[in-house]
């Protein structure tokens, strides 16, 4: 008995862990370039910094320019996918969702809601886009 009584409790407290609720969906707009020399950057070293760091974090995303001053960034992790669209100055950049695969991305209230792990996702993505201004 006390085996079922263990597998009950376990079996719900896993479900519990896989079922996490959506969250309102987190796009950062206009976050200011700041670089580690108090200098201004040119357009096309913030474009290198947000690549270096999509490249070099925790997590990998790939990156694809679609326009001069835009670049999509794509997180893939087991059977999940993200992708976001950066769109750069030399004074500010924005990052916005523009796909994902089993994120329970959806709309709830009138709002975007997804799964929480894109959230910090995106968060870590931009703290690196951060670090790498920092050394210009």
């Not at 290198?48 to 835009?70: M, Q």
């Not at 993200?82 to 030399?90: A, F, K, P, R």
Request: hydrophobic residues 40%.
């Amino acid at each position: 008995m006390k085996h079922i009584v263990f597998l009950l409790t376990a079996a719900l407290v896993s479900c519990g862990a896989a079922a996490r609720d959506s969250v309102p969906l987190v796009n950062y707009d206009n976050v200011p370039v700041v670089t580690g020399s108090g200098k201004p950057a040119s357009t096309q070293a913030v474009g290198v910094a947000i690549s270096n760091a999509a490249a070099s974090g925790k997590r990998v995303w790939h990156v694809t320019r679609t326009a001069p001053d835009k670049l999509r960034a794509t997180y893939n992790v087991r059977q999940h996918m993200v992708s976001v669209d950066i769109g750069y100055s030399e004074k500010a950049y924005s990052i916005h969702y523009a796909a994902s695969d089993n994120m329970k991305y959806g709309e709830a209230g009138g709002q975007q809601v997804i799964h929480p792990f894109y959230n910090n996702w995106v968060d870590e993505l931009k703290r690196g886009i951060g670090a790498e201004l920092s050394k210009l």
